[in-house]
């Protein structure tokens, strides 16, 4: 199985990758289109500025390619926000993926929202053998609202989107390359669809 990890200098993706050879996989990192293109798997990370990310995918044509992907994609934390129509962090239009637009925590709560939270309402097969609360690893002052594509959600102030999903698509607002046991299983699911 060929598993690829966007490399577009906006992701933490040394951490992913050990955590995919950790499950006994191997995973290339590259930026490019027809390697891409051909993988089994995708990884799309991102960690950072929602504009300053996206103009890195626009420079580099990635912009067009990854929504045209066939096999499955896993958007983690800003890739996952970069699949959305659009963010609030710097007015950023995203890859129109998934149907809905992330916004920034307000005031009542602190951000960025660092740490463990409980994941609860668990509907996919991204999810199999993760039980409901338990918890996983977030780094985020921006959120994507429930929506019809969520598949999970997360309680900071108010229920969010942890996890989307459309088609061929699936994106995670947690980092499970972070979450121990339970990061783990689901990368374990995503890499056996």
Not at 48 to 77: F, N, W, Y
Not at 104 to 111: A, E, I
Not at 136 to 156: G, M, Q
Request: aromatic share 8%; net charge negative; charged share 20%.
């Amino acid at each position: 199985m060929k598993i690829v990890i966007i490399n577009y200098g906006a992701g933490n993706i040394q951490s992913i990758k050990f955590a995919i050879i950790r499950l006994g996989y191997e995973a290339v990192l590259s930026n490019d289109v027809q390697e891409i293109q051909n993988a089994d798997k995708v990884i799309f990370p991102g960690v950072g500025e929602a504009s300053s990310a996206m103009h890195k995918l626009r420079d580099s044509g990635l912009d067009k390619i990854i929504p045209t992907l066939k096999q499955p994609v896993l958007g983690i934390c800003l890739g996952m926000q970069l699949m959305c129509n659009s963010s609030e962090e710097g007015n950023t239009t995203g890859l129109r993926i998934f149907d809905v637009d992330v916004v920034k925590f307000d005031d009542t709560v602190k951000v960025p929202q660092i740490g463990w939270n409980q994941i609860t309402n668990l509907k996919s097969r991204l999810f199999k053998d993760v039980e409901e609360k338990e918890h996983i690893y977030l780094v985020h002052s921006f959120y994507a609202p429930i929506c019809a594509e969520t598949i999970a959600t997360c309680d900071y102030g108010l229920a969010y989107s942890a996890a989307l999903k459309k088609d061929n698509f699936y994106g995670t607002q947690f980092h499970p390359e972070k979450s121990s046991d339970v990061g783990q299983r689901i990368l374990e699911n995503f890499l056996q669809m």
